[in-house]
């Protein structure tokens, strides 16, 4: 199994919860190809991170396996399973960055995203998280303490994959042509926009299914908040998968 973590926290302090609730699991917990070095590569699409979980799953020989993804590992998740369906056992999702499609990009709130973005230092990262969550839900208090050595390369990084995400899409027959399950996963209290795409991609995926963890939302999500429900969850989606 392949977890890929959103744009901020890396893939082992993200999963970290969830990963000590799936003893026996042989977990890749993958940081994203937009932090390989110390700089964005000047070509970055998300055709980089879906070449990067390839060579992952290559060089643990995984000729199949399952995928998991959270925010923008979510939506390069949902970009390799377009790429290279055949490769995947089962998809699962937790409120993807995007899905590539032309109603998500029409969507005013990329607007609201690029108007976040140029706000100056941390009224641009304050703004970016509210548009994480719901209308009226209050923020969780910033971490105490001096922030970590990674956080230096983020903003370049979420700048970088916001424009990846803006030039990339995916073909709905991609979607349609996906035989394996697909489990997403979302919060009553996060921005509506991931409810929407849940419906979406529900008409798209022939196999799909979906949990909505009540009172949780895109900064407290499930993998954090309730990681033995959602390694409950996962085991008995990749059941479902390795049965058909």
Not at 197 to 223: C, I, K, V, W, Y
């Amino acid at each position: 199994m392949i977890f890929l973590p959103g744009i901020v926290a890396p893939a082992a302090q993200r999963y970290r919860p969830l990963l000590e609730q799936l003893e026996g699991v042989d977990a890749i917990a993958k940081d994203l190809e937009v932090y390989a070095g110390d700089e964005p590569p000047a070509d970055y699409a998300i055709g980089t991170e879906v070449a990067g979980i390839a060579a992952a799953a290559d060089r643990a020989g995984l000729a199949r396996f399952h995928l998991y993804g959270h925010s923008a590992g979510g939506a390069c998740a949902l970009g390799f399973a377009a790429a290279h369906p055949d490769r995947l056992l089962s998809l699962a999702v937790d409120e993807p960055a995007t899905d590539f499609s032309g109603e998500d990009r029409s969507d005013p709130y990329f607007d609201e995203l690029a108007a976040a973005e140029a706000l100056p230092g941390s009224e641009a990262v304050t703004a970016f998280l509210r548009l994480q969550v719901a209308p009226g839900v209050e923020l969780p208090p910033p971490p105490e303490g001096e922030p970590p050595p990674w956080m230096a390369s983020r903003r370049a990084g979420i700048r970088a994959f916001l424009r990846a995400i803006a030039e990339h899409r995916v073909d709905p027959a991609r979607y349609e042509g996906f035989g394996a399950p697909v489990l997403y996963t979302h919060g009553s209290l996060s921005h509506p926009r991931w409810a929407a795409m849940r419906d979406r991609l529900a008409s798209r995926f022939p196999a799909f299914s979906s949990e909505l963890f009540d009172g949780l939302h895109h900064l407290n999500t499930s993998h954090q908040a309730e990681p033995v429900r959602t390694a409950a969850l996962l085991r008995a989606h990749w059941a479902r998968a390795e049965a058909t």
